[in-house]
């Protein structure tokens, strides 16, 4: 299939662009398991690349099962590919959860202790001293067995001691705040970026070193005000989608969009 030309020369390799485009054109379901893969010389064709580029994609490609190349067989898809296929989180992954196919996920908890604070997480819950404790609870997220984030959850000390281990596998955080802590949860300040995946990250997320992640840093207050819970979130960005409805407000020469 002729595609449009999307690689650009700059700072990232053409090789990472072009397998970055592949790896998305099988997580769309362009290519079923057992299909034929577009061969080296038209993919280089199609992309404007050469068979050297080509081959350093599809290397990557084939070192994780996606493809399988074979001398006088040709490249076809695995089955693995449809691992790809698993549906991408619109919104809060905490939405997601509630809403939707909330069987099918599953929490590994990393570490829970009591530590001294970071200057990042100081300033996100507003602690008024460096001595004071917080509760670091470490998960990853996981679909149908597949890791989809990498969660840091940071509580005032004397709130994080009300949950327990078992809570936080079977709840969410959000829903512990209010259930065992007795909480009542009125707002939240958020912000969402792109970061790349450091070695260890990238190591319990099952992706590459450098490979792109969408990170959510959130601040929850009670109705006292009080910051109870500041989040930090990196999400694989092949599996996360952050969408919003605009509606069209403004003059008519003039076009501005608000949230819906």
Known sequence: MKVAKV??????????????SLRSRLSRGEFAPNDSFPSEVAIGRDYGVSRMTVRQALTAL??????SR????????TDKVRHLWAPKLA????????????????????????INPSQQVIR???LQSTK?????IRRIRLYEGEPLAYIVNHLPADIGCMISSEDILSRLIL????????LNLTEADQRIGATTAE????RLLQIRTGDPLVHMERTVFDSTGRAVNFTSVLFRADRYWYKVKLKRTGRIDKIDWSLT
């Not at 650009?8 to 990472?16: R, S």
């Not at 070695?199 to 990238?202: D, N, Q, R, V, W």
């Open 62 to 67: 084939g070192q994780d099962g996606l493809i």
């Open 91 to 114: 919104g809060s992954l905490d939405e997601a959860i509630v809403f939707g196919l909330a069987e099918k996920y599953q929490v590994d908890l990393l570490s829970r202790e009591e």
């Open 7 to 20: 690689l650009k020369d700059g700072a990232i390799p053409l090789y990472y662009q072009l397998e970055m």
């Open 199 to 202: 070695p260890e990250i990238a």
């Open 175 to 182: 829903v512990n705040l209010e259930t065992r802590a007795g």
């Open 70 to 77: 074979k001398r006088g067989r040709g490249t076809h898809v």
């Open 124 to 126: 996100a819950l507003y």
């Open 132 to 136: 004071e404790k917080v509760h670091s």
